[in-house]
């Protein structure tokens, strides 16, 4: 049988919010272990403490902000997968769909070893499940869902993940420890690392975007695929749209934390509570991206996002073999950051932290004013 397209309209315009959105992300996935490290070093009280702790992991269970920052870009992923897809398929055919998202697969998960090192490592070394290769992975899955099913398929599909992967993890005896553990170690998805991936994995026996753990993580990118379907829905008014998104990330934030009672919210294990807690959070974003830049048309204020947005992939690159916060120093290091911390003590290493971020939207805004953009 012939794959069909969810939606089958017109090339649509290209989503601003979107695109500053992923700017948004963008920074902090560049940025925020520097800006967290020297908000830690900063003298403050409470607040800033907060803060801090907001720009770090959690050890194992429970949700900061930064642990938004991944499961957000593979949600952005899902949202550009209809824009991309559905032009391609009208003007070329459902063959060079197939081939896009074959080639762009293959190129992200390359990508991915050759962050980690690629063939300068030991082969032992090389890491065959990374950030990189997650999205790979969730970006062909949801693309070749999107171009079969019904956006009530998608949904099921999403439901089947997440149930599926609460059941494996509850249900599933773990030898040496039985079944409904989710500590570290101790748990079905490290376990299976364990037996089954082989070379390097980021957490010495397990890997946080390990085997099992891709599966709820393709749930991330299908509730982006459905956030962008619901955009097109006819509306009274586009503001609808965004009051639409907010009210179901505000469901799903409340269907998450309420199953986290019994299913912890785990991002190294990319709980099903974590997808519905992230997935929600990504959904406010994107509403209020949405309403204020693509509805009321306040833009000037996201452009630096948008350069970035643009050249996501690019940045993400140049960022492991540029030290932004190092370079910084030439520019806000020395005299001026000693002067910083005898104003306020901390204040010249936030100052160095910022000023690294400020270097790298700087890149980016000469890269789009010369309208080079770096893409798969």
Known sequence: MEPVPSVSPPPVARLVSLDALRGFDMLWIVGADAIGGALHRLEGGPWVRGLARQMEHVAWEGFHFYDLIFPLFLFMVGVAIPLSLDRIVAREGMRAALGRIARRTLLLYVLGIFYYG???TPLAEIRLLGVLQRIALCYAAASLLYLWLRPRGLVA???ALLGGYWALLTFVPVPGFGAGDFAEGRNL???FDAQFLPLRKWSGTHDPEGILSTLPAIASCLIGVLARLALR???ARPSHHSLML?????ALLAVGWAWS??????KNLWTSSYVLVAGGWS???MAGFHLTIDVWGWRRWAEPFVWVGSNALLIYLVSNVVDFARLSERFAGGDVARALDAWHPGLGGLGLALTGAALCFLLCGVLYRRKIFVRL
């Open 157 to 159: 599909t999403a439901v």
């Open 246 to 250: 907010g009210l179901a990330g505000l």
């Open 283 to 285: 959904l406010l974003l």
């Open 233 to 235: 829905r006819p509306a």
């Open 261 to 266: 009672w019994q299913f912890p919210v785990i």
């Open 118 to 120: 690629g063939l300068a």
């Open 189 to 191: 998805a490290n376990w």
